[in-house]
């Protein structure tokens, strides 16, 4: 029997649409070919997931792009086209299936569903090419994602754990179905409903439950694939909702029963799925309270994986106003701080305006840099390899890296942006969290993978920015309507 031929490929992005950060094709850092198999082999990744799988069934493999970026504004028509290009040229070689590791929330300058209209394309290329999808947990479903793919999967988790496993699964029923062994039709139902990605974690209640039907009727074998998707509420797009899509051998009947409970029992608590915030100022002084640390603060509302800029200095401004000592902060993105910390060098003395350097004009927030006087401990690469249960075995590149101490608080200072989901953002540069009073990060709930193990508290922090969990700082001009909570019908 021949070797089947089958293309692995990776156009990843959670488009924050009220997001002042670019995202060109640089930020996807793209690779191709063995130097993308090399990058994501082994890890815990969509891709990574995807190749184990095609590996294991002996295929020949065509990566003909592996690019993910950071979330951020709208993805440049260039980098979208470019990426959906190599795609589409690899398909149009000829081959037996398509693994596509996709996000489900990426919007373009010029399409707000951007893998609904990568599907259609290649479809249109291939009519009858199997193609398996692997999505965020954070997708917003549309029908031209259905219509177009013939196995999807989502993560389960958030923090998402499961990134490599939800690609395999997607990718072991694909080839069964190559085999004859089954046949996938996609069942899907959705509900015109936000959820906060503060309060809808399948690890707790009100979505755990809901996720542990999915994950059950996958497991126990009545249906091939299960998956429920939160959505992404930092998205102004017509199709912004909650969602379930259960893949069924040959009747969809059963699967689109399944969708349904699942979405009415979301929808029956759609109240549950939306955080009530605090005054940040509040939350510092609770903070204050608490014993023994380390007390993790989490600085929500500036995320950088939602879209934050990571450089919004209101949580730390109220740190350092009430007084909060041993707490280690970061990272800030801030690389014009960082060229002046380098002309300075290791042990000078500084004082510089760090952080604010970008403004929100889509949530009228300006820029407000904070003034630091510190002294400069260390200076890095920025670059470590993931060792936590979330990208497990992936490599974190920071750009340039430094840690100003300011005597009650040690800022760690980065060229790039990068969610600290693992400590590694810490360590790298010779901070230990576990032995700080107060670990603050920008993080909204992927910081649990790898500081919640070592944390004694955990006080979410309702600070400025692009990711907060404030509807009332966002105009939505494109959603639907009606959508809860804005109509509550």
């Not at 002046?340 to 350097?357: C, E, Q």
Request: net charge negative; proline share 6%.
């Amino acid at each position: 029997m021949a070797r089947r031929k089958i293309v692995v490929a990776m156009m990843m992005h959670e488009t924050n649409t009220f997001s002042p950060v670019p995202t060109p094709l640089a930020s996807f850092r793209p690779l191709a070919g063995a130097a993308a198999i090399e990058e994501f082999h082994d890890t815990n990744t969509q891709l990574g997931g995807f190749l184990g799988v095609a590996q294991k069934a002996g295929a020949d493999i065509v990566v003909p792009v592996a690019g993910g970026a950071h979330p951020s504004g709208y993805v440049e028509k260039s980098a979208y086209e470019d990426m959906a290009e190599a795609i589409l040229g690899a398909v149009r070689g000829g081959c037996d299936a398509a693994f596509l590791a996709l996000h489900g929330a990426m919007v373009a300058e010029h399409t707000d569903d951007g893998e609904g209209e990568l599907l259609r394309r290649v479809r249109a290329v291939a009519p009858r090419l199997p193609i398996a999808v692997g999505l965020d947990f954070h997708a917003h479903m549309t029908l031209r994602m259905i219509d177009n793919a013939t196995v999807i999967t989502g993560y389960r988790t958030y923090p998402h754990v499961d990134m490599a496993e939800t690609a395999a699964r997607a990718g072991r029923t694909l080839l069964r179905a190559l085999d004859g062994e089954v046949a996938p039709v996609i069942a899907w139902a959705s509900r015109p409903m936000m959820t906060s990605t503060l309060e809808h974690t399948p690890s707790r209640q009100p979505m755990k439950d809901i996720m542990d039907r999915a994950d059950a009727a996958e497991t126990g074998g009545s249906v091939l694939n299960a998956s429920v998707f939160g959505g992404f509420p930092h998205a102004d797009i017509p199709h912004i909702s909650c969602s379930a899509v259960v893949v069924c051998d040959r009747r969809a009947d059963q699967g689109q029963a399944l969708c349904d409970r699942l979405m009415d029992l979301a929808w029956s608590r759609r109240e549950a799925f939306l955080y009530k915030g605090a005054p940040l100022a509040s939350q510092i002084a609770h903070a204050r309270t608490l014993g023994e640390g380390p007390v993790v603060l989490v600085d929500h509302g500036d995320n950088t994986a939602s879209g934050g800029t990571q450089d919004v200095m209101s949580v730390i401004a109220e740190v350092i106003r009430q007084g909060l000592d041993d707490v280690v902060a970061g990272p800030i993105c801030d690389p014009t701080s960082v060229a002046r910390i380098l002309d300075a060098g290791t042990a000078a003395s500084v004082t510089l305006p760090v952080g604010g350097k970008i403004d929100m004009p889509q949530i009228n927030l300006p820029g407000a840099p904070l003034t630091l006087t510190g002294r400069v401990t260390r200076i890095t690469d920025g670059q470590f390899t993931v060792t936590g249960p979330m990208a497990t075995g992936t490599r974190v590149r920071m750009g340039r890296t430094a840690v100003l101490d300011t005597g009650n608080v040690q800022v760690v200072i980065s060229e790039g942006r990068s969610e600290p989901f693992d400590l590694g953002v810490f360590t790298h540069c010779g901070i230990d969290p576990r032995r700080k009073r107060y670990v603050l990060i920008k993080s909204r709930q992927h910081f649990r993978a790898g500081f919640e193990p070592i944390a004694r508290h955990i006080v979410l922090c309702d600070g400025d920015g692009c990711t907060s969990s404030d509807l009332a700082l966002f105009t939505y001009r494109n959603r639907r309507r009606p959508l809860y909570p804005f109509e509550t019908a």
